[in-house]
């Protein structure tokens, strides 16, 4: 299994970034997956979910009518779309799969800062 997010960077508050993460080795076209971020000095937050299919996506409240995750299974790809970003958003995002166990990218960070 392999997961490579990309897409991170420095952004202004207010501003939009998106985020990809590539997967490989696994059948991802039919596993619901995550997005996760864990901001500095702290622990891990969930996102993100999107079924498998993509029609169904759930969302923290923190995030919900900002951020809008996605997915192409054709190019087994994930994405998340991050629009009016805080200063409160900036973290490591990471993707994950769980079967069986948790299976994490290296992340990618998204800084917020003006």
């Known amino acids: 299994v392999q997961l490579v997010e990309s897409g991170g960077g420095l952004v202004q508050p207010g501003g939009s970034l998106r985020l990809s993460c590539a997967a490989s080795?696994?059948?991802?076209?039919?596993?619901?997956m995550d997005w996760v971020r864990q901001a500095p000095g702290k622990g891990l937050e969930w996102v993100s979910s999107?079924?498998?299919?993509?029609?169904?996506?759930t969302y923290a409240s923190s995030v919900k009518g900002r951020f809008t995750a996605s997915r192409d299974n054709a190019k087994n790809t994930l994405h998340l779309q991050m629009n009016s970003l805080q200063r409160e958003d900036t973290a490591v995002y990471y993707c994950?799969?769980?079967?069986?166990?948790?299976?994490w990218g290296q992340g990618t960070q998204v800084t917020v800062s003006s």
């Open positions: 080795g696994f059948a991802f076209s039919i596993n619901t």
């Open positions: 994950n799969y769980w079967f069986g166990r948790d299976y």
């Open positions: 999107v079924s498998s299919g993509g029609y169904r996506t």
